[in-house]
């Protein structure tokens, strides 16, 4: 299995929007709308953002927004914040229990 | 609160076998969920290992199926990762995590622990 693709950097001002791409197949994005979104800041653990495509986690600011179309997941925060500035994982089940991750994507808050 | 922490050797020798242990609090692993292991080399991405049901049902990535096993032990509500014939390439920060099979995701993650292969 192919790790699903992402943008390696994204980057915007704060109060700005920022959306990152998840590019997988047809039997894994394009197959199931299970698609996660994680964030990690340095040294820290990856922390749910995102989980069946859409839905956010108790906790999880409203800002943060997933959606899919075909083989492409995407990520989009609104209303950025210096705390925003972080890595983003997206991850996807690819059947028969089996995940993928994405390549991961550089946030900066200019 | 659900609470996860690895533990374990954190320098391990080429050709013998990783082990690592989770103990899990603030909720018991029989009730219910899957348990795993996803790990991350320094400055690389995320990479999902397996998976086990308190059952004891387990599902593996296909990368690794020939050298992995992961346990558990509802006693000490805890499960664990043995690697076996590791290399420079196994080098990784390794995350416990509790996976939630109806919605494919992994909602909880332990702190994370770092296990360097050398010799």
């Known amino acids: 299995q192919s790790a699903l693709t992402q943008p390696p950097s994204a980057s915007g001002s704060p109060g700005q929007s920022v959306t990152i791409s998840c590019t997988g197949t047809?039997?894994?994005?394009?197959?199931?709308?299970?698609v996660s979104w994680y964030q990690q800041h340095p040294g820290k653990a990856p922390k749910l953002m995102i989980f069946?495509?859409?839905k956010r986690p108790s906790g999880v600011p409203d800002r943060f927004s997933g959606s899919k179309s075909g083989n492409t997941a995407s990520l989009t925060v609104s209303g950025l914040q210096a705390e925003d500035e972080a890595d983003y994982y997206c991850?996807?089940?690819?059947?028969?229990?089996?995940?993928?991750f994405g390549t991961g994507t550089k946030v900066t808050v200019l | 609160q659900v609470q996860l922490q690895e533990s374990g050797p954190g320098l391990v020798k080429p050709s013998e076998t990783l082990s690592l242990t989770c103990t899990v609090s603030?909720?018991?692993?029989?009730?219910?969920?899957?348990w795993g292991w996803i790990r991350q080399p320094p400055g690389k991405g995320l990479e999902w290992i397996g998976i086990?049901?308190?059952?004891?049902?387990?599902y593996y990535n296909p990368s690794f199926k020939s050298r992995v096993t992961v346990s558990v032990d509802t006693s000490k509500n805890q499960f664990s990762l043995e690697l076996s014939s590791v290399t420079a390439a196994d080098t990784a920060v390794y995350y416990c995590?509790?996976?939630?099979?109806?919605?494919?995701?992994?909602?909880?993650w332990g702190q994370g622990t770092l296990v360097t292969v050398s010799s």
């Open positions: 991850s996807s089940y690819a059947g028969s229990n089996n995940y993928v």
């Open positions: 995590v509790r996976s939630v099979s109806r919605s494919e995701t992994f909602d909880y």
């Open positions: 086990i049901y308190y059952s004891g049902r387990t």
């Open positions: 069946e495509v859409t």
């Open positions: 603030g909720f018991s692993i029989s009730s219910g969920f899957y």
């Open positions: 047809s039997s894994d994005v394009g197959n199931y709308n299970y």
